[in-house]
């Protein structure tokens, strides 16, 4: 991997910061962006070339076939040869076929840098989609993930639709923080909408990937917002292709507001979810604990597990059955908190009233405008 540092006037002009230090510019972050690829030779080119012609400088690109039965693999070999960028894109290939996280996983192996961004091979990138979501990262507090807005487009590349509904930020840049887990959510787009702190994506990619072989983000963007938060940017830097020969996004545009990105049958169990990352985290309780601390800890394991859980893993502990790793003020933090998170969740379902996370919104001015207001 060689540096691709950026000089200190064209990382301004990306709206990036640039700090001179003894007659040189503070490096931008490398950035690695993983391509998951599964039978798309009809959209693969024009995914990679989405990604070649970004204004970022400092990424390499990671291609993971997982074991296509059509021209895939051929086509991204021939992209690289006749583009002449073997320096910067690597193709991947599985022997046997591992579904959508365990691509996840392959290409988090072979990553290098800061920040990691997941592409679904169909989607596409405008030009600016690394540096506006890097700008983010660094001009607001620290977060496990960024999510932009995207175009939706069909199998033709014509515009279907000018923004992703699931998107929240509604024109602003908005801070979501965590919240309980216990049923399905989402305030975010899609996987390709995303740049992920690779240090969170380390901690929290399980060995078991075969429950997630579709829609892996459910799991990773839960998982990662529960300990680091999210932010939401309010641009258009994709899209989102809806096409018959993908499953979960073969659907079209009904209309309104509340239409689901594709079709919910295929979509894995939100339970799944939950109980993978209770599990995750009760496994490595050493591990996060050193991370997170001890009371955000058991803020986290309460927001993930449910009260029978949590009073039998209290009862055993008590009974001196160990929980490697817990100690009683860890223990007792995490059944108070566990009681308060439930009794209020089921109170607001009871009264009908909003279950889905509360969204703390923070109006900005856009990093880049507001550095160039200063001038």
């Known amino acids: 991997m060689g540096d691709l540092s950026h000089p200190h006037d064209s990382q ?12 040189s510019a503070a490096i931008l972050p490398w950035v ?44 991204i070999k021939s992209f690289i040869e006749d583009r002449g960028l073997a320096d ?11 579904g959508q996280l365990g691509a996840f996983r392959t290409g988090l192996a072979h990553a290098a840098g800061e920040f990691v961004a997941f592409v679904d091979a169909d989607d596409l ?20 993930f960024t999510s ?47 740049v992920f702190r690779r240090a ?25 917002h529960l300990l680091g938060s999210s932010l939401l940017i309010p641009k258009r830097l994709g899209f989102y292709r809806r096409h018959g020969e993908n499953l979960f996004s073969g659907n079209r545009i009904i209309g309104g507001n509340i239409q689901p990105t594709g079709n919910m049958a295929f979509h894995p169990s939100h ?31 309460a927001m993930t597990m449910t009260l029978p859980e949590t009073f039998l893993l209290v009862s055993q502990w008590l009974a001196g059955k ?30 009908l009233l909003r279950s889905s996370p509360k969204i703390t919104v923070e109006k900005y001015t856009s990093p880049s405008n507001a550095q160039k207001a200063k001038r």
């Open 271 to 301: 339970e799944s979810v939950r109980t993978t990352v209770r599990d995750v985290l009760q496994a490595n309780l050493a591990q996060f604990q050193g991370l997170l601390g001890r009371t955000e800890l058991a803020r986290s394991l």
């Open 148 to 194: 932009s807005d995207q175009y939706q487009i069909n199998e033709n590349d014509e515009l279907i639709a000018g923004l992703h509904t699931d998107h929240k930020a509604q024109g602003d840049f908005v801070i979501v923080k965590p919240f309980q887990i216990y049923t399905n959510w989402w305030v975010w787009g899609t996987t390709s909408t995303m």
């Open 200 to 224: 969170v994506l380390e901690v929290i990619m399980p060995l078991n990937t075969a429950p997630f072989r579709r829609c892996a983000d459910n799991y990773i963007c839960h998982f990662a």
């Open 32 to 75: 690695t962006v993983v391509v998951t690829v599964y039978n798309y030779e009809r959209y693969i080119t024009k995914c990679l070339d989405s990604i070649a012609t970004q204004d970022y400088p400092r990424f390499q690109c990671i291609i993971v076939d997982d074991v296509s039965t059509d021209n895939s693999a051929v086509r």
């Open 125 to 144: 990138w405008q030009a600016d989609f690394l540096s506006r979501h890097i700008e983010a990262h660094l001009s607001f507090q620290p977060v496990a």
């Open 12 to 23: 301004e002009a990306l709206g990036l910061p640039s700090l001179a230090t003894g007659g």
């Open 88 to 98: 910067r894109f690597r193709l991947v290939c599985h022997e046997t076929n591992q």
């Open 322 to 351: 160990k929980w490697k790793g817990a100690d009683s003020k860890l223990i007792m933090t995490l059944l108070v908190r566990n009681l308060v998170y439930r009794v209020r969740w089921q109170a607001f379902r009871w009264l």
